[in-house]
């Protein structure tokens, strides 16, 4: 497991703890299926409740709940209780997650989808409204009442840069905490396919986490690896349907007023512009899904974290524009998230390698089940214009992307994609292929017994023609065993000279490739996990000319509360056939090349008032040295304040030359309540010489009704100060949401 990957599970799954698999027996207490009322439905065991929402009086409690860990099986140590209920517009939970102890409850942040808020008391919902085990939607809150929520995808995988309108209030009380949510039906579809017997059927699970104690409690799915959002093994319940009398249609309606320097605006004079748009959402009874949007700027969307490249690729950056968001998940394919390529890299449309772009001027998709597959269209155009004084104008671009995918059982899918078009705006460009995907999350090993285990496979081919390029093929394959005990990865793919997906990511063509992960996932019974293993990847340019070897043997330690410290030894190969400048003054010549070095990192607990990630690196770099060192650190005084400061080195000591990369990133966040959050970021690095400055405030004012704020400026330090002008770009937005 790379440090990347351990990282990111350690924020989203804290102190994965320890499930030994004779504690089994306990999961027959778990509900077989659930129901839900209609709002003010008949009493269930209920009684009242509600938290004084009438449309919750009467519904049935639900407090199956069963100890995922520390004691896989056990009774969970607090009680938690679900109260949910529905009426033709809305979904209503009620949660009660008792405590005896409230002056212990952890509950630091307000802010919206901070990953932080993931490690401390919550609750998390899950919900399959197609009830195949693919696509669902993860909502989460804490008993501050922030929110986070994603999208899930593929039966187990997530993108957290997912939002949907939903509203919560949560509160903390002498004997624990409440939340009440509501969230519009219109966010899991009006419309959904009948089942083989004939009745529309959800799929739903629940989860709380308890800080203190490191304890988890889940309505389904408590065998060793699962986690709430492997949709395969949530419960089964009847589909909620949503009213059929009004039109499915959610208008958002926008007003923006920008100023840009002369610098920014690309034509050598301040711009100053008025300009409405409008983003239409609807859904058919059928479910079909269309999105429509005229005139969008993104200028609100939250700034990339600076990041100094020190290889020879472009960096892969997350998408967080909202339009592209929306049913993101429709359009994977291949397994391929991110990597060393993707066929369609939304970032494409509109955004250029530093994150600045231009406004839509129209966009258009469709997304949803017809004939048992699932399907997303987008056509897009981007606006054209001028992109800086000494540059062309860049043409508007026309680019569109199909993908299809039909799923042959309930562990077999294959599926389609074709792209068209390019970000520069000229033409000749398309990109089409075909994928398989296999994934059983009950998979029982050969000679093995009780089942329970993850297996996912999946392999694709790939076709590109562009002009003056000519045609290019790819293909690649990949196997995942993420489990308790044994566990590894192996991904290999082969990339053609001339393949280039014209709006997607590649970081070079011409290229075999391949990496994995083997190790062995050994949890204890305090909910430690403590995994040592080996990380491998391999690069091969198909003429011989380049090739590269790394091995990584390494150990990771993850506590229960959340915090982890990785060691890594790295034995490293390369073979480069031209000349390559990682930094400014510092030349590697062709040749080859043998290093090795030592790594280790370890990151804190967010849910601790003030937390920190450190990492340090040491040893060889080609025929030279390299030292890194950086560290972080987030204090939370309250839930309303939060700074997060952090200092990155880069030390390089080659034959060549010698130079010290130096990064800074100070922010700051505001949350006066979970309606309004205002954040300043600042970053600046040695290597550009910029200095980034980043201010965003967003205030729901009403249910349906936002005021965004944004301001960019770029400066410059040292000798550039006084040869290149400072850039600011300031947008005031007004957004006016209607449901009709």
Known sequence: MTRRGLASAARFVAALAAVPSAA????????????????????????????????LVGATVIDGFVQVAPVAGAAPSRRTELRLAHDAKSLYVHVRAYDSMPSSIVAQQMRRDVEGMLQEDRVTLVFDPEGDGRNGYLFAVNPNGAQFDALIFDGGRMRFDWDALWRSEARIEIDGWSADITIPLSVFGRGRPVGADGLRQWRVNAERWMPRGSERVRLAGIQPDKEVYSLGDALPMPAIVAAQDGWGLRMKGSLRATAESSAASGTGRTRRRLEPGLEL???????????????????EAEADERAINLTRFELFRPEKRE????DAGRYTFGGLVDGAVVPYYSRRVGLDATGRGRSLDAGLKFSGQAAGADFGLLAARVAGGATAPDQPDQRAADVAVVRLARPLDSRHR???????????GTGGSG???????????????????GGGKTLEAHAWALESRNAGLGTGRAWGASIDYPNVGLNGSAHVQRIGANFNPALGYLAESDVTRGEGTLGWWHRTGSGESVIPGIDWNFRRKQDGSERSLMLNPELAYTAASGDTVLAEAFYETDRLAAAYS??????IQPGDYSWHYLYGYMETSPSRPLSAYADVRGGGYYDGRRQDQSVTLTWKPSARWGWRAGLTRNAIRLPSGSFTVRMATLRLDHTPSTRMAESLLLQ????????GVSARVRWLWAADRELIFSLDRLG??????????GQTRAMLKLVWNLER
């Open 24 to 55: 089994f027996a306990a999961a027959e207490a778990l509900p077989a299926a659930l129901s839900l009322p209609a709002a003010g439905g008949g009493a269930g065991n209920g009684g009242g409740g509600g938290g004084g929402n009438p449309a």
């Open 281 to 299: 959402f609807h859904e058919s009874e059928g479910g079909l899904r269309t999105t429509a949007a005229l005139n969008i700027d993104f200028g």
């Open 323 to 326: 339009f592209f968001l929306h």
């Open 414 to 424: 294959v599926g389609m994609m074709l792209t068209r078009g390019n970000a520069e």
């Open 431 to 449: 990109t089409h292929g075909v994928d398989y995907q296999f994934r059983d999350s009950d998979w029982t090993p050969p000679g093995g017994a």
């Open 582 to 587: 990682p930094v400014p003054g510092v030349l």
């Open 684 to 691: 600046w690095d040695n290597v550009s010489q910029e200095l």
């Open 716 to 725: 410059y330090t040292g000798e550039r100060r006084d040869t290149l002008p």
